[in-house]
C-alpha cells in the first residue's frame, strides 16, 4: 500500500539517466526536450487511490470486522471475524492539497 514509483520507463520527465560517462549539458537537454514534448508532464500529484473500502451498508472503513459468540466448554466468548467479502473500493480521490511526485529528483530540503 501506499505511493508506489512510475512503473513505465521514459514518461516520466525528470528522470535522467544518471549514467556515468555522460556530459551534464547532454543529460539536461535531453530532460527538456521530454518535458517539451509532454505538456502535461508536472511534478505534482493531484489524486491517489483511496485505501478505504464501502461495505453491504454503506459504511467506509480501512478494515470490517463482525462480532461472532463462540461457545467453547460451556462459556461463550465474543470474537471479532475480519470481514473480507462483499467490500467495494472506494477509488480514486482528488488531494486536498498537490503532493510532489516520489520520483521527482531533486533535493528539497537538505539537513
Request: hydrophobic share 30%.
Amino acid at each position: 500500500m501506499g505511493g508506489s514509483g512510475s512503473k513505465t520507463k521514459g514518461v516520466w520527465p525528470f528522470s535522467g539517466s544518471g549514467a556515468g560517462g555522460e556530459a551534464p549539458g547532454e543529460v539536461s537537454e535531453q530532460c527538456l526536450a521530454r518535458l517539451r514534448g509532454s505538456k502535461n508532464a508536472t511534478p505534482f500529484v493531484f489524486t491517489r487511490r483511496s485505501s478505504l473500502y464501502f461495505d453491504e451498508d454503506g459504511d467506509l472503513a480501512h478494515e470490517f470486522y463482525e462480532e461472532t459468540v463462540v461457545t467453547k466448554n460451556g462459556r461463550k466468548k465474543a470474537k471479532l471475524k475480519k470481514i473480507q467479502k462483499n467490500l467495494i473500493p472506494q477509488g480514486i480521490i482528488k488531494l486536498d492539497h498537490p503532493r510532489i511526485h516520489v520520483d521527482f529528483p531533486v533535493i528539497l530540503c537538505e539537513i
